[in-house]
């Protein structure tokens, strides 16, 4: 009875253990790892650097209060008229602090004013391209630092290129800033108060616009595509996409029609909503670079702009790497690399003693060669010996046989005479 007891708990405790084994394996819970990266993202927060460029009068300021809802630039105060006037680019950085729902973002605006405002423009793009590149500089210098725990990202993001509504094509300045500082920054481009043409002139425009920037092979922001996305995700960001450059409206106001107030502008000919995809491309925009695609252009901005910079920069300073260095091992392909190192070794080796061994045969021929002359040399010096030997005992019998006397020296010195 004992026994079957002891049998009974410890089936039981087997069993027992069978289920929790079952369990643990059954389930681990990486799945919660998003859930983690979200959390310590948004107890870190974000930041988000975007760059306005384009002509004074274009509504800079009034697009990016409209875009992130927020009195980043105060109320333009009107100013007398003065003599003295700027004559470079201003870099002016505006930074804010902005939460929704709990999640904080810290947005910097950099400015340039004066941008285009000269009669001389030939290189109004050079103080914009030296303050991206001081920027990354600074990045790069935190990389190379000992300490690299506080770590500030003030690098430029997205740069808003505002493009004058004229209805024409791209000035000469708009293709040159363009060129110059595709290969540094995402360059979006937009037409500014598109409200000014009319949808005909709009779609003209922007047709125009993009044969203009694929003429000079300028690169502006295109979205990545995944594997995975959805066919929603891949509609939606192939309608961002095909509204490029963006026909956009600013207005921080509120106007009233029929009982609802909303943003936009009022003309005595209707009203322009400033959030009515209807009306411009101002929701597109403001969806792309803040519900879409801010971490794409930050990680675009990280890994190709940045990391192309920081290559010329270090290779300029002789600086060279073994691109053997954090190289991705795959065990397979690295067997296979070392049974391939290793044939070439072989054949190497072969091939190598293959001439060895035809160095020895050519020199042990050429001996052979050279004993064989030698002994056809004495074979015929011996024949001749003794073909000339046989002619004298030749000689000898006939004369024996003739009965002629042989000379006298020769029968003395052999000793004896036929004449005796």
């Known amino acids: 009875m004992l026994s079957n007891d002891n049998d009974s708990s410890a089936n039981g405790t087997a069993s027992s253990i069978d289920v929790v084994r079952k369990k643990l394996l059954g389930y681990v819970g990486f799945a919660n790892l998003p859930n983690q990266v979200h959390r310590k993202s948004v107890k870190k927060g974000f930041e988000f650097t975007a760059m306005v460029v384009g002509e004074s009068g274009l509504g800079k300021s009034t697009l990016v209060n409209t875009l992130f809802n927020t009195a980043l630039y105060p109320p333009k105060e009107n100013t007398e008229p003065s003599n003295e006037t700027v004559q470079t680019v201003e870099i002016q950085s505006i930074t804010s602090d902005i939460e929704e729902n709990g999640v904080k973002l810290r947005l910097t605006v950099v400015d340039t004013p004066g941008f285009g405002d000269f009669v001389n423009n030939e290189e109004s793009w050079k103080p914009i391209l030296d303050d991206i590149e001081s920027r990354f500089d600074a990045y790069l210098e935190q990389e190379n630092r000992v300490n690299r725990r506080k770590m500030v990202d003030n690098r430029i993001h ?34 500014a108060k598109a409200d000014t043409l009319t949808e005909e002139e709009v779609v003209a425009f922007k047709q125009r616009i993009l044969a203009d920037i694929q003429h000079h092979k300028i690169q502006i922001y295109q979205a990545p595509t995944y594997e995975y996305d959805d066919e929603e995700t891949m509609a939606e960001n192939k309608e961002i996409m095909s509204k490029i450059p963006f026909a956009v409206v600013g207005s921080d106001k509120e106007v009233e029609i029929n009982g609802r107030r909303v943003r936009g502008r009022s003309y ?65 392909q690295k067997m296979e690399e070392e049974r391939m190192a290793h044939e070439q070794k072989l054949s190497k080796m072969e091939a190598e003693m293959k001439t060895v061994f035809q160095a020895k045969v050519q020199e042990k021929e050429a001996k052979l060669k050279q004993s064989e002359e030698e002994l056809y040399a004495r074979h015929k010096e011996m024949k001749e010996a003794l073909d000339r030997q046989r002619l004298e005992l030749e000689e000898k019998r006939r004369r024996l046989e003739s009965g002629r006397p042989m000379t006298p020296e020769k029968s003395k010195k052999k000793g004896f005479s036929f004449n005796k």
């Open 268 to 332: 005595p000919w209707g009203l322009i909503e400033v959030d009515n995809e209807d009306h411009c491309d101002f929701v597109k925009l403001r969806q792309m670079l803040i519900r879409t695609h801010m971490e794409e252009l930050k990680e675009f901005t990280n890994n190709i702009l940045y990391e192309n910079y920081r290559t010329e920069k270090l290779q300029a300073m002789g600086i060279q790497q073994d691109p053997s260095v954090f190289k991705e091992v795959n065990p397979v």
């Open 158 to 191: 997205a740069c808003i290129y505002f493009i004058m509504a004229t209805g024409h094509a791209l000035k000469p300045l708009d293709i040159e800033f363009m060129r110059r500082l595709h290969t540094r920054v995402n360059l979006i481009p937009v037409i």
